[in-house]
């Protein structure tokens, strides 16, 4: 058996807490999580003794010292940082005998859902901001006709295999041009929903009491 | 007399103002309020920092001087003290009223009147 696996995988409609339930579950065949490159390519690797327990949390710090204050607050409680996406951190056990959870109440829980909404709605006016910037300087073209998207001369006159390959030669290029310029938009819409999706959670979780 | 606005507080609260009347940095605190509360109360890291962030936007606590470095260290102020008494006071008077209504005579004319 191979000590290491490689999982691609995008949470992209996931929230952290089931992106962290579904990293714990390679513990009952004996992996833990090793690394995370793009946040999507996890590796695990096979572990004999003790496989520790994975916890994501999501903190951003403006100053690096308050960064290191926490970091250290962690180490101290048995918590090591393994990596960190621009605020979403992953934790894993120093040992057994480190703590199963880091949330020990549901308010503190809630707070961290209400934490990564806020970040989700602060980058979706980024993306609002540039989408603006680039519509005003008319480099923004809406592409409401998809032949348009293809730029190779003479193109729809041409007929046959000759059509078809060089159709389907370009149809990734056109692609990438419609989805290019509306890559803007596509993002403030999906940052809207993930930021009023965990707004939600956090309602949800703040509703419960303890 | 007017309550504080900020009662009740939840236990994890109190225990953390109560065991930062000594200067204490965030795991001895976890070791602390352990301790005060008979191993009954247990927080996780995630939760003891966002407490302790907290208690510092509240003004609380704050944080002094040490040796240490790498670690924060805590310590009640003044309005904390305040806190710690006011809630210390309501507990105290719902102890006492529970005193009064558990006493023996009043139990038994209770269990007279079933």
Redesign the interface.
Known sequence: MADKIYKNRLFLFKDLNEEEAWINSFREKGYRLCNIHFGFHYTFEKFEAYVPIT?I?F?EFSNKEEE???L???T????IQIKNFSGQRY?QQISQST?E?????NK??A??YKRYSKFAFSMMTMFLFYFFIFYSIGTFNPIFEPKEAYLTPGLWEMSGLQFIGAFLFETPFALMRIVGNYFFLIMAVYLTYIGYKNHKKYVKLSETER | MVRHPALPL?E?TYLILLSLIKPA???II?KEVDRLSNNNV??????????LDNLLKQGWIQTVASKDK???VYQVTQEGLKVIKAETERMHALLNLADEMMNEEELEDGRQNL
């Open positions: 916890r949390d903190r290191r204050e926490y250290q607050l962690f101290d409680m048995g918590w934790f703590d959870f880091i949330y020990s109440s503190s829980f707070l961290m | 939840t994890t940095h965030g795991y976890m247990k927080i996780a890291a995630g939760t003891m920092y966002g407490a790498r670690r924060k």
